[in-house]
């Protein structure tokens, strides 16, 4: 590092870091950091035990002293979490504040605990920092989950970029992993200070003043210089943890004068945290890569091991392998046994002590690859990061700041037999109608999903919301718990203390927004809650729906309502439902209300004909299920004066004609014979056709099979018609066909092949592909204009 810098500049920072940061004669000695480095824990731990501080001052939001006896607790385990929440008018914030066991910050609480002795975070609030930034700031700009402490600013200064280039290292991870974490650990505290301050006070004289201003450092710094001369009144031996970025600014001489804008409801809560959340690769804004690799590095020099990361390699070899081979990838012991001696190699050649992360990857990297690299053969490597970054979660001990949403969601994932305690993703599958246990499951599921916890994500199984698939008896469900399905939890605590709660009041509070006259909105969340087993909200959200209907005058409306309520009717023993003659009267009511409305459709806006066709076929389905013959007759006397309007669009033509020739009402020929007069009528009738079809296929589609007459003038249409209107015609009527399942096609296609007088093999070869298509176009184009180039055309 020395041959970068001028020797006289080198040993003004040497003297700094000797006298005014680590000296150990000093009332306050100040000790530099990167948040989650194993090898400044590991210093720290030597500086604490010969120094003997009588309190330790920690770069930590001073808002949060209050969950230090929480976080030093014996039954918290690592990774954990501190969570801000601040809301403005105009947004939320949120951030967040991790430790891990072999984060600096974690281990001084844990050294303060052991020498009973008293530790506090000395920094500004995250509310309270944000208030400091201008609006324009990037972090008031963007709603993005944020780490409180941000080493961007260190690892991009341009003294950074230069050193890697020179130390010939990829990134700064592995500049850092080189020169302080595989040699740091093998100097004495007091030079590993002294390289850690040099490297941080570099880097921090790339920016000027304006832009330590603009990030809120020079304020953070002058409020922790506040802290640190309070703590000077009381105590006679004062240890510093903060990040090296800021150690220079904290013995600095700077007049600043600064005002602390408070933040007002400013949320603050112990969380669990995951090692892919703190991964660094994984978007996390600060600290090391790797997470779970340092971990074991940690423990290895807790250990006193003479090689921690050696070490540390050697756990992932063994475990590599075998994830390979349930992968059924053909790795073998042989491999494992040249990547390592390929680290070792590695690192002689890089001038490294023993390999490490980088080593360990460039070495698996070279060893099992077979072959060049691409996604086919990059299993291993990515195994490789997967298991250096692990899958754990952590443990927040039990305290009475523990949010009760929270702790009934993880309550109720006990209940259910729900795995947790890793952040894979796990599969869930549920019988509905055998199993009662299950069903209550699946209101567990439907209540985290209504929350927005992305806590869990249905694969399979009805789908009520949209009624597709409602006669499927499984649900499949994929879930995983992490810190982010926490902090949703924690933001829906507002709502109420267990998870049925919250989403019945965030439900609550969404239907008093809702017109009181749609009634199918209120009918939809109706069975949201009732799948979400809120059986007590689905009592007044039932009242809310027969007064709605009363005021509902909306055809559509109405009809999805009523579609809703025979749903729930249909699955009265899978929903628990109790009052179904209530259920039942309202069915009644509602029916007859949509029905009297069916003359009323005759000239609708063109966006609601498809819906009206759809709603059209369900009220003929129901109305066949009727008992009363004037239910019945009513529903065909409304159909009979809409087909009597002049202005019925053709796809509601074709709906009605067919329900009715259903009904006996109108002969079955009755269908042939309006489709023959668009067929065969003027040119705009023919652009009609294919909607009549489509109305027709929708309620009747086997009327084609039955009606020798339809098939017959349908071809006569096709063959009379110019190629522009056929193009018109076509797309239309390919979607009027798309109502055929395959079986009922192959027998069109025998139909079609006798008219024909063809084969069905014929009728159903491959089409000419588009490509061939443009192809023979464009030869035969060229070929045209070298004949005329001839004279020959």
Same mark, same amino acid.
């Given at each position: 590092?020395?041959?970068?810098?001028?020797?006289?500049?080198?040993?003004?920072?040497?003297?700094?870091?000797?006298?005014?940061?680590?000296?150990?004669?000093?009332?306050?000695?100040?000790?530099?950091?990167?948040?989650?480095?194993?090898?400044?824990?590991?210093?720290?731990?030597?500086?604490?035990?010969?120094?003997?501080?009588?309190?330790?001052?920690?770069?930590?939001?001073?808002?949060?002293?209050?969950?230090?006896?929480?976080?030093?607790?014996?039954?918290?385990?690592?990774?954990?979490?501190?969570?801000?929440?601040?809301?403005?008018?105009?947004?939320?914030?949120?951030?967040?504040?991790?430790?891990?066991?072999?984060?600096?910050?974690?281990?001084?609480?844990?050294?303060?605990?052991?020498?009973?002795?008293?530790?506090?975070?000395?920094?500004?609030?995250?509310?309270?920092?944000?208030?400091?930034?201008?609006?324009?700031?990037?972090?008031?700009?963007?709603?993005?989950?944020?780490?409180?402490?941000?080493?961007?600013?260190?690892?991009?200064?341009?003294?950074?970029?230069?050193?890697?280039?020179?130390?010939?290292?990829?990134?700064?991870?592995?500049?850092?992993?080189?020169?302080?974490?595989?040699?740091?650990?093998?100097?004495?505290?007091?030079?590993?200070?002294?390289?850690?301050?040099?490297?941080?006070?570099?880097?921090?004289?790339?920016?000027?003043?304006?832009?330590?201003?603009?990030?809120?450092?020079?304020?953070?710094?002058?409020?922790?210089?506040?802290?640190?001369?309070?703590?000077?009144?009381?105590?006679?031996?004062?240890?510093?943890?903060?990040?090296? !970025?800021?150690?220079?600014?904290?013995?600095?001489?700077?007049?600043?004068?600064?005002?602390?804008?408070?933040?007002?409801?400013?949320?603050?809560?112990?969380?669990?945290?995951?090692?892919?959340?703190?991964?660094?690769?994984?978007?996390?804004?600060?600290?090391?890569?790797?997470?779970?690799?340092?971990?074991?590095?940690?423990?290895?020099?807790?250990?006193?091991?003479?090689?921690?990361?050696?070490?540390?390699?050697?756990?992932?070899?063994?475990?590599?392998?075998?994830?390979?081979?349930?992968?059924?990838?053909?790795?073998?012991?042989?491999?494992?046994?040249?990547?390592?001696?390929?680290?070792?190699?590695?690192?002689?050649?890089?001038?490294?002590?023993?390999?490490?992360?980088?080593?360990?990857?460039?070495?698996?990297?070279?060893?099992?690859?077979?072959?060049?690299?691409?996604?086919?053969?990059?299993?291993?490597?990515?195994?490789?990061?997967?298991?250096?970054?692990?899958?754990?979660?952590?443990?927040?001990?039990?305290?009475?700041?523990?949010?009760?949403?929270?702790?009934?969601?993880?309550?109720?994932?006990?209940?259910?037999?729900?795995?947790?305690?890793?952040?894979?993703?796990?599969?869930?599958?549920?019988?509905?109608?055998?199993?009662?246990?299950?069903?209550?499951?699946?209101? !567990?599921?439907?209540?985290?999903?209504?929350?927005?916890?992305? !806590?869990?994500?249905?694969?399979?199984?009805?789908?009520?919301?949209?009624?597709?698939?409602?006669?499927?008896?499984?649900?499949?469900?994929?879930?995983?718990?992490?810190?982010?399905?926490?902090?949703?939890?924690?933001?829906?605590?507002?709502?109420?203390?267990?998870?049925?709660?919250?989403?019945?009041?965030?439900?609550?509070?969404?239907?008093?927004?809702?017109?009181?006259?749609?009634?199918?909105?209120?009918?939809?969340?109706?069975?949201?809650?009732?799948?979400?087993?809120?059986?007590?909200?689905?009592?007044?959200?039932?009242?809310?729906?027969?007064?709605?209907?009363?005021?509902?005058?909306?055809?559509?409306?109405?009809?999805?309502?009523?579609?809703?309520?025979?749903?729930?009717?249909?699955?009265?023993?899978?929903?628990?439902?109790?009052?179904?003659?209530?259920?039942?009267?309202?069915?009644?009511?509602?029916?007859?209300?949509?029905?009297?409305?069916?003359?009323?459709?005759?000239?609708?806006?063109?966006?609601?004909?498809?819906?009206?066709?759809?709603?059209?076929?369900?009220?003929?389905?129901?109305?066949?299920?009727?008992?009363?013959?004037?239910?019945?007759?009513?529903?065909?006397?409304?159909?009979?004066?809409?087909?009597?309007?002049?202005?019925?669009?053709?796809?509601?033509?074709?709906?009605?004609?067919?329900?009715?020739?259903?009904?006996?009402?109108?002969?079955?020929?009755?269908?042939?014979?309006?489709?023959?007069?668009?067929?065969?009528?003027?040119?705009?009738?023919?652009?009609?056709?294919?909607?009549?079809?489509?109305?027709?296929?929708?309620?009747?589609?086997?009327?084609?099979?039955?009606?020798?007459?339809?098939?017959?003038?349908?071809?006569?249409?096709?063959?009379?018609?110019?190629?522009?209107?056929?193009?018109?015609?076509?797309?239309?009527?390919?979607?009027? !066909?798309?109502?055929?399942?395959?079986?009922?096609?192959?027998?069109?296609?025998?139909?079609?092949?006798?008219?024909?007088?063809?084969?069905?093999?014929?009728?159903?070869?491959?089409?000419?592909?588009?490509?061939?298509?443009?192809?023979?176009?464009?030869?035969?184009?060229?070929?045209?204009?070298?004949?005329?180039?001839?004279?020959?055309?």
């Amino acid at each position: 590092m020395g041959s970068l810098l001028q020797r006289e500049e080198m040993d003004q920072i040497n003297k700094l870091a000797a006298e005014e940061v680590y000296n150990l004669n000093k009332q306050v000695v100040y000790f530099p950091i990167r948040h989650h480095s194993p090898a400044c824990s590991f210093h720290l731990k030597k500086t604490i035990e010969a120094y003997q501080p009588t309190t330790i001052l920690i770069e930590g939001p001073d808002n949060s002293n209050h969950l230090i006896p929480i976080l030093a607790n014996d039954q918290t385990q690592p990774p954990v979490s501190i969570y801000y929440a601040y809301t403005t008018e105009e947004r939320k914030y949120v951030c967040y504040f991790p430790f891990l066991s072999y984060s600096p910050e974690y281990v001084a609480l844990l050294e303060a605990k052991r020498l009973q002795i008293p530790a506090s975070f000395i920094d500004l609030g995250y509310g309270s920092r944000l208030e400091s930034l201008e609006d324009g700031h990037d972090l008031k700009k963007h709603n993005e989950k944020q780490s409180y402490h941000d080493e961007r600013m260190l690892s991009g200064s341009s003294f950074i970029q230069q050193l890697c280039a020179t130390l010939k290292c990829r990134n700064f991870d592995e500049l850092w992993e080189k020169v302080f974490e595989i040699e740091g650990i093998r100097k004495t505290s007091a030079d590993f200070v002294k390289e850690v301050f040099a490297y941080c006070y570099l880097s921090r004289k790339c920016y000027d003043d304006a832009a330590l201003e603009a990030e809120g450092d020079l304020i953070r710094e002058a409020h922790m210089r506040k802290k640190i001369e309070e703590a000077k009144q009381t105590h006679d031996r004062i240890l510093v943890v903060t990040g090296g !970025f800021h150690t220079y600014g904290l013995i600095e001489n700077r007049p600043v004068t600064y005002t602390v804008k408070k933040a007002k409801e400013e949320k603050v809560y112990p969380m669990v945290y995951t090692y892919q959340e703190a991964d660094q690769l994984n978007g996390y804004a600060s600290g090391m890569p790797f997470v779970h690799y340092y971990e074991n590095v940690w423990r290895a020099l807790e250990k006193k091991e003479n090689a921690p990361f050696t070490k540390s390699a050697l756990t992932y070899l063994p475990h590599l392998l075998k994830k390979l081979r349930d992968k059924d990838e053909s790795n073998s012991t042989a491999d494992a046994i040249e990547a390592y001696s390929l680290m070792s190699g590695l690192a002689v050649m890089r001038e490294k002590s023993e390999g490490g992360a980088y080593e360990l990857l460039d070495s698996v990297l070279s060893a099992f690859t077979k072959g060049e690299r691409s996604i086919a053969t990059n299993q291993p490597i990515e195994a490789l990061r997967e298991l250096m970054t692990g899958d754990g979660i952590g443990q927040v001990a039990k305290n009475n700041l523990d949010v009760p949403i929270v702790r009934d969601c993880k309550e109720k994932c006990k209940t259910h037999k729900l795995q947790i305690s890793t952040t894979g993703r796990n599969q869930k599958i549920l019988e509905l109608y055998a199993k009662k246990t299950h069903r209550q499951a699946s209101h !567990f599921f439907h209540c985290m999903q209504f929350l927005g916890t992305e !806590f869990c994500q249905k694969e399979a199984g009805p789908d009520w919301m949209n009624y597709k698939h409602v006669n499927l008896v499984r649900e499949t469900w994929r879930y995983g718990y992490s810190s982010y399905v926490e902090a949703r939890l924690i933001e829906a605590s507002i709502y109420g203390g267990t998870v049925q709660e919250a989403a019945a009041q965030k439900l609550e509070d969404m239907v008093k927004e809702l017109p009181q006259h749609q009634s199918h909105e209120l009918a939809k969340w109706l069975l949201q809650a009732i799948v979400m087993g809120l059986e007590e909200l689905g009592e007044r959200l039932f009242e809310l729906v027969e007064q709605s209907v009363k005021q509902d005058g909306h055809f559509l409306s109405l009809c999805q309502t009523l579609k809703v309520l025979t749903m729930l009717h249909e699955q009265k023993r899978l929903f628990g439902l109790k009052d179904t003659a209530r259920l039942e009267r309202l069915l009644d009511e509602i029916y007859y209300e949509a029905v009297t409305k069916i003359a009323w459709q005759s000239n609708p806006h063109p966006d609601e004909w498809s819906a009206i066709a759809e709603q059209l076929k369900f009220l003929y389905t129901v109305s066949e299920q009727k008992q009363a013959a004037d239910a019945r007759e009513i529903f065909s006397d409304q159909l009979q004066a809409l087909l009597n309007s002049d202005q019925l669009p053709a796809n509601l033509v074709g709906v009605v004609t067919a329900i009715l020739c259903n009904l006996a009402v109108l002969d079955r020929s009755e269908v042939s014979r309006r489709a023959r007069a668009y067929m065969l009528g003027s040119p705009d009738q023919i652009l009609h056709t294919a909607p009549y079809l489509q109305g027709v296929f929708l309620v009747a589609r086997d009327y084609l099979f039955y009606e020798e007459a339809l098939l017959s003038d349908l071809n006569q249409m096709i063959s009379s018609i110019s190629y522009d209107d056929f193009i018109q015609v076509v797309p239309e009527l390919r979607l009027a !066909f798309t109502y055929f399942s395959p079986m009922e096609i192959t027998m069109l296609s025998e139909k079609v092949a006798a008219l024909f007088n063809a084969s069905v093999g014929d009728v159903m070869g491959s089409f000419v592909d588009e490509k061939v298509m443009r192809e023979a176009r464009r030869l035969d184009l060229g070929i045209k204009e070298e004949y005329a180039k001839w004279n020959l055309i």
